[in-house]
């Protein structure tokens, strides 16, 4: 009997997939203290971390860029290059089960950005601690955004760095410093502000979801209409 050539597993898809399993069960494991309102922001955050490593996961094993898209109504948005070689420009929604988990928290949301300089400087790393110590924080608030801010993760699982700050209805915040040459987060207290003095950012109507909904409709016909000429 002849021998069956049997696939071999590389070493780094073994860790991707032990990685992805890892991500996962923070999605999938129950979260006892939801429940409690002052748990909600410390989940988000938890949550978000989980989140952008699990699009750096999935960016490098699927070879193709991934983003997490910042709405401008404090919300996230999960999307995927729809072909990285014939629709590289073009991102579609990603549907996965893991991508439509709630990520904030209810009354949680993001309230501000600041993109940072990408490469090793400014950035030190102290006693495992991530620090950017020639830049004061200069955060812009979510909804003055014109093109929605977002974290775009390459194929070498690489994305932009960048401050978020996460707030909830108490005034309570947390600032999120992501680290994209490694995936890493850093999460600290942010300044508190009174219950009165909370704005939280105006949500979407539903004129402009549905625009943006049939604009991506058009763009995923256009992509296989495209496709299909190329590879003709």
Do not use: H
Not at 51 to 72: G, H, K, S, T
């Amino acid at each position: 009997m002849r021998p069956r050539n049997l696939r071999a597993f590389s070493l780094l898809e073994l860790i991707l997939v032990i990685a992805l399993i890892g991500v996962l069960a923070v999605f999938a494991w129950p979260d006892f203290t939801g429940g409690a309102r002052a748990e909600r922001l410390i989940e988000s955050a938890r949550r978000f971390e989980a989140l952008v490593a699990m699009c750096r996961a999935e960016a490098m094993n699927e070879a193709r860029r991934y983003r997490i898209v910042l709405v401008r109504d404090g919300s996230l948005r999960v999307k995927a290059q729809r072909d990285p070689l014939y629709a590289a420009a073009d991102y579609e929604t990603v549907r996965s089960g893991w991508s439509q988990t709630e990520i904030l928290q209810d009354e949680v949301w993001v309230e501000s950005v600041q993109s940072l300089p990408e490469g090793p400087p400014p950035i030190r790393i102290v006693d495992e601690k991530l620090e950017f110590p020639q830049l004061e924080p200069d955060l812009t608030p979510i909804s003055e955004f014109d093109t929605p801010p977002a974290l775009d993760f390459s194929p070498d699982g690489a994305c932009n760095s960048m401050r978020i700050v996460l707030r909830d209805v108490r005034g309570r915040a947390l600032l999120l410093t992501v680290d994209g040459r490694f995936g890493r987060i850093q999460t600290e207290e942010w300044d508190a502000l009174e219950p009165g003095e909370v704005r939280r950012p105006k949500p979407i109507d539903e004129q402009e979801k549905s625009a943006e909904l049939e604009a991506e409709k058009k763009a995923a016909e256009s992509a296989r209409k495209e496709l299909s000429r190329r590879r003709s």
